[in-house]
Nanobody, 121 residues
Framework: QVRLVESGGGLVQTGGSLRLSCAAS????????MGWYRQAPGKQRELVAT???????NYVDSVKGRFTISGDNAKNTVYLQMNSLKAEDTAVYYC???????????????WGQGAQVTVSS
């Protein structure tokens, strides 16, 4: 199996910063994409940012210019630096990866358990 473990969530005031980390471990042959999704109360889960193995990044418009995603391929780890946080960024943030466990098996999606980020105004 592939296990994703997040860290770095917490409570911060509006305008503050937080950094999320996520490490993938287990039976991993290769990782295609890692990233972050979030789900606020009463809302659907939405993509926040992703980064491919080659380093290509993608962001939802609402976080562009404030959040930065980065990764360490050697450590199978992804980070999300969140600056200028707003109340509307409050959500559970889920780490995500698309990975192959073997060269003979198709890639699957894997999810972490989630990290709460609360931005107080």
């Amino acid at each position: 199996q592939v296990r994703l473990v997040e860290s770095g969530g917490g409570l911060v005031q509006t305008g503050g910063s937080l950094r999320l980390s996520c490490a993938a471990s287990g039976s991993i042959f290769s990782i295609n994409v890692m990233g972050w999704y979030r789900q606020a109360p009463g809302k659907q889960r939405e993509l926040v940012a992703t980064i491919s193995r080659s380093g290509s990044t993608n962001y939802v418009d609402s976080v562009k210019g404030r959040f930065t995603i980065s990764g360490d391929n050697a450590k199978n780890t992804v980070y999300l630096q969140m600056n200028s946080l707003k109340a509307e960024d409050t959500a559970v943030y889920y780490c995500y990866c698309n990975a192959k466990r073997s060269s003979l098996i198709a890639a699957n999606d894997y999810w972490g358990q989630g990290a709460q980020v609360t931005v107080s105004s």
